[in-house]
């Protein structure tokens, strides 16, 4: 089954509205993103970028264990089966590795998604069989463009050093994460690989996880 058009174009647009949307998580006008104060910044010692950075990174990882989750149960296809329970695990995996440096910084962490984002999954729940892999890559493609940028703006802006070095490692995987999206995204809208998925082995994206 070939997609319509429209369907396509919004998958190329995907990547280009999240990075405009979440470049600047925080809405600051340029040149006013906190800064931490001259001196020695102590361990564990958070700005208003790190505590924002734990809310919104921990939103979305909340968000994506219910995606994959639905997709793990939902999706006809094998490979969208694999890739939403690896999403389930990474996540988890993530926000556990999180818990511990937020708690050390006196950061409160979220217990549930966004309001936007429960909207989204209802909405992905309740998305008929035909089109569930469809809607279910092009939010993975938005969802993961959000988290990249929302990733280095704390590399670049956080105080707390072990939530910037958190960042830069989670960073890594989530790169990871939406290139195999691009890849499964040009399989199954049948439109070429776009971005770093058009990097990566197809052997990757066909078993939905990293690794041979």
């Not at 070939?2 to 190329?12: D, G, K, Q």
């Not at 006013?32 to 924002?52: F, I, S, W, Y």
């Not at 279910?136 to 990733?151: F, K, P």
């Not at 998925?197 to 197809?202: E, K, L, R, S």
Request: proline fraction near 7%.
């Amino acid at each position: 089954m070939r997609i319509p058009f429209v369907l396509v174009a919004s998958f190329a647009l995907a990547p280009t509205l999240a990075c405009a949307q979440f470049n600047n998580p925080a809405g600051l006008s340029p040149g006013t993103t906190p800064q931490q104060q001259p001196g020695v910044v102590k361990m564990h010692e958070a700005n208003a970028v790190d505590r924002l950075f734990v809310q919104l990174l921990t939103q979305g990882g909340l968000a994506e264990v219910e995606a994959g989750t639905t997709a793990a149960s939902q999706s006809r296809a094998d490979r969208i089966r694999s890739f939403g329970q690896w999403m389930r695990e990474a996540h988890r995996a993530a926000q556990d590795k999180l818990d511990p440096l937020a708690r050390a910084a006196g950061i409160p962490v979220p217990n549930a998604p966004s309001d936007d984002q429960k909207a989204q999954l209802a909405q992905l729940r309740s998305t008929d069989d035909a089109a569930f892999d469809i809607a279910y890559l092009q939010q993975q493609l938005v969802a993961h463009q959000q988290t990249a940028n929302l990733l280095m703006w704390e590399i670049d802006n956080g105080q707390d050093p072990a939530l910037t070095s958190y960042a830069a490692d989670t960073l890594r995987e989530v790169t990871h994460h939406l290139a195999t999206v691009q890849l499964l995204m040009s399989e199954f809208a049948y439109v070429a690989p776009q971005g770093l998925g058009a990097t990566m082995p197809v052997r990757e994206a066909a078993q939905g996880r990293p690794g041979g």
